[in-house]
């Protein structure tokens, strides 16, 4: 029962190095979503795909990109890392709309910059 | 205006008591809603689903308000291994979108 896998679990990159988070789910779940979360600010949704084929914006997608690549795997990239991004991301999975179920999560990436 | 908003707490109870947490949500087209708990530099993990009528899951009961826009958790006889932090989340009115609130904190003390 892997739920959702995030990979790497930890980084540690210098400013303007790129790199990408890889997410895969075996739950057949339809929605993957990208989150950030920093110390008292909560979780805050970078983007998200909805489906297959589709992404959109949240609420802080500056400096970021994703790519669905099929319904199991949603990546996340930072092509030019700033110090703003050091955060947790989680990834995480639900079923698509309607269906009223709630979302699952990866164990998380703890991405340091300096 | 936030689309969740939570008391961040902390919230410092004795072992065997009863707390409550509330929850308001800005949307009233809000379709789905749940708590989550999450640990000192853990995943979020669901805690339990909310349904209209309100429901328990042994020391949990989640309550939902939709006149007044909120959700409630009260947990009974609190154990040591309660203490973590609780999110409030409401899913959006297409189903797309999951708003989170910033998180209540709950130590449970010996």
Known sequence: NA????????QVLKTGQSMTLQCAQDMNHNSMYWYRQDPGMG???IYYSASEGTTDK????????????NKREFSLRLESAAPSQTSVYFCASS?????????HFGDGTRLSIL | RKE?????????????????FNCTYSNSASQSFFWYRQD?????KLLMSVYSSGNEDGRF???LNRASQYISLL????????????????????FNKFYFGSGTKLNVKP
């Open chain 1, 95 to 103: 079923e698509y709309g309607g269906s009223n179920q709630p979302q």
């Open chain 1, 43 to 45: 979780l805050r949704l």
């Open chain 2, 4 to 20: 969740v908003e939570q008391d961040p707490g902390p919230f410092n109870v004795p072992e065997g008591a009863t707390v409550a």
């Open chain 2, 40 to 44: 000192c530099r853990k995943e979020p």
């Open chain 1, 58 to 69: 949240g609420e802080v997608p500056n400096g970021y990109n994703v790519s669905r690549l």
């Open chain 2, 61 to 63: 009961t989640a309550q």
């Open chain 1, 3 to 10: 739920g959702v896998t995030q990979t790497p679990k930890f």
């Open chain 2, 75 to 94: 947990i009974r006889d609190s154990k040591l291994s309660d203490s973590a932090t609780y999110l409030c989340v409401v899913n959006s009115y297409n």
